[in-house]
């Protein structure tokens, strides 16, 4: 069971992206046309050299709902890709109702050739003994990923991070020279879908209206602001994706924009997915896929859709235009719909003990992880290592959009809720370390804010079971009951933790020893 649900994840997580900014996912479909080409194709070489203003939802010389004459069974010549993209033009106008200033260049290219461009991630906080800890992210980020229980000690987070997008990696938009690469889902037979053009068009369209600029200038410290702005970006792309399918499926006519109660087939031609030869379909390996990393990277595309269809509900596009102006500030807000404000919470530790902060992360050494990851957390737990935090199945259920003025609503791709996540008010995650004693040791303080008290004790309630789930032994409390000691002797979190719990808060400080983590705990202050 475990391995078919692996497998069904990494063929509906397709990773697209708008270059060096964030990561894009794109699902397959059995209606998405395939292009096949021998060799890396780039439009730029046969885009019409006219110019001349068209009419929304007319590209090049085609209309959206053109019919046009290819056939994808034995490859496409330069002159069907040249109808096939302009069309894929046309329909994301229509779409998107914003007319292109000028065609997008494409180019197709193996995942070989993509993985030996991309290579491994370079950080420019890479580890050097001259430098101190506080100027090095990478140690910083760690400890995120490990307070999250998704990425061990054994790994560093830099590197499970990019060997998992990169190996599930569709698309990409690149702002800095306004190109589309596709990369094949096969080495041998270049492979183009459709939706996943259509994808990285409405990143074209986004960029070429000033949004992914505007959004840049935002400052994103935080992994919560991070992962709530690409909600935006990647939930715009994600609708235009449903949107097509449901023009495909009948479900929505061109002609009038209507719902309809009957299949019409002729609205948009939806050419099927030809019979790819067995031999020419290579098969996407798990083996460096960390489940936890993919599920945080994936949330802007699952619920980013039905956050887009929340604010288009509003007041159309303009609504989604506007937002990019006063982005989302959470997950909570892109995974429930709404305006919500995290509470105040901060937390500083003592600059006279031998732990210190990482000053020159996040904010003032700072991270917030917030709702989605806490999420991902107890899920990877729960199914990667028994944890039985939550009910991981529940997750691949999906949940339904409010239906606005009884309009046609799409459902999150995967459900992100769960009874120790929702009720989220703010966390603050304080990565520390000691080189006090020559070697360097890591650490972290979390505190989390929870909306009640039952909120907290679900939470407390549920990382307890993760600390079971590795055989953590309880080696003391504190004379109140509300801090436990624990340590973890073997695997990939071997370490002590202390779990604090007051009133709507719970904070979780980890070091390497039972004693550093008695040291730390008087070292630190919440404020509220």
């Known amino acids: 069971m475990k391995d078919s649900l692996i497998s069904m994840l990494m063929v509906i997580l397709l990773i697209t992206s708008v270059a060096a900014a964030y990561p894009l996912f794109s699902s397959n479909n059995d209606k998405d046309l395939y292009i096949f080409s021998n060799n890396p194709f780039d439009f730029s070489t046969i885009i019409s050299s006219k110019s001349q203003p068209n009419d929304i939802g007319f590209e090049n010389g085609y209309n959206h709902f053109d019919t046009i004459s290819i056939d994808p069974s034995d490859g496409l010549s330069d002159e069907e890709l040249s109808r096939y993209i302009s069309r894929s033009h046309a ?45 090095n992210y990478s140690a910083w980020n760690d400890q995120i990923w490990e307070a999250l229980f998704i990425v061990g000690e054994t790994e560093t987070s830099e590197s499970v991070i990019s060997q998992t997008s990169s190996q599930n990696t569709a698309g990409v938009y690149m702002p800095a020279n306004g190109e589309i690469v596709i990369v094949s889902e096969s080495d041998s037979i270049l492979i183009l879908p459709e939706t996943t053009l259509l994808h990285e068009l409405t990143h074209a369209i986004q960029d070429q209206e000033g949004h992914l600029t505007a959004i840049h200038e935002f400052p994103q410290p935080t992994q919560d602001l ?63 896929t960390n489940l936890g990393v993919l599920l945080i990277l994936f949330h802007p595309y699952s619920d980013g859709l039905s956050y887009i269809h929340y604010l288009k509900s509003q007041n159309n596009w303009m609504a989604v235009d506007d937002k990019y102006s006063s982005p989302p500030v959470s997950t909570e807000q892109i995974i429930h719909l709404s305006e919500e404000q995290p509470v105040q919470l901060d937390i500083s530790i003592s600059p006279n003990g031998y732990w210190k902060p990482f000053l020159n992360h996040g904010i003032n050494g700072t991270d917030t992880v917030g709702e989605a990851s806490i999420f991902s957390m107890f899920w990877y737990q729960s199914y990667n290592f028994g944890a039985n935090a939550i009910d991981d199945q529940l997750f691949w259920e999906g949940r339904a959009s409010p239906n606005m003025y009884g309009e046609l609503s799409p459902k999150t791709i995967f459900n992100y809720t769960s009874v120790p996540s929702v009720g989220w008010g703010n966390d603050k995650l304080l990565p520390i370390y000691n080189n006090s004693n020559g070697a360097t040791e890591y650490g972290y303080i979390w505190a989390t804010k929870w909306d009640t ?32 000691l624990f340590i973890i002797t073997s695997g990939p979190f071997t370490d002590a933790f202390a779990i604090s719990s007051k009133g709507k808060t719970v904070t979780i400080i980890n070091a390497p020893t039972a004693e550093d983590v008695e040291n730390i705990l008087d070292s630190f202050h919440l404020s509220f």
């Open 453 to 484: 008290t039952n909120d907290a004790k679900e939470f407390h309630d549920s990382y307890i079971k993760i600390l079971d789930a590795h055989k953590a032994i309880k080696i003391g409390q504190s004379l109140d009951k509300k801090t436990t």
């Open 226 to 288: 991070q992962l709530s702005i690409s909600g935006l970006i990647e939930g715009e792309a994600a609708y235009v994706e449903w949107y097509y399918r449901k023009i495909c499926d009948g479900s929505i006519s061109v002609r009038d924009q209507s719902i309809l109660h009957e299949l019409v087939w002729e609205d948009w031609e939806c050419i099927p997915l030809p019979n790819i030869p067995s031999s020419s379909a290579e098969s996407s390996s798990s083996g460096d």
């Open 91 to 135: 329909r994301v106008e229509y779409i998107r109702n914003v007319e292109f200033n000028n065609l997008i260049p494409v180019k197709i290219i193996t995942s070989t050739e993509f993985l030996n461009q991309e290579g491994p991630a370079q950080s420019s906080d890479s580890i050097d003994a001259d430098v101190l800890p506080d100027s």
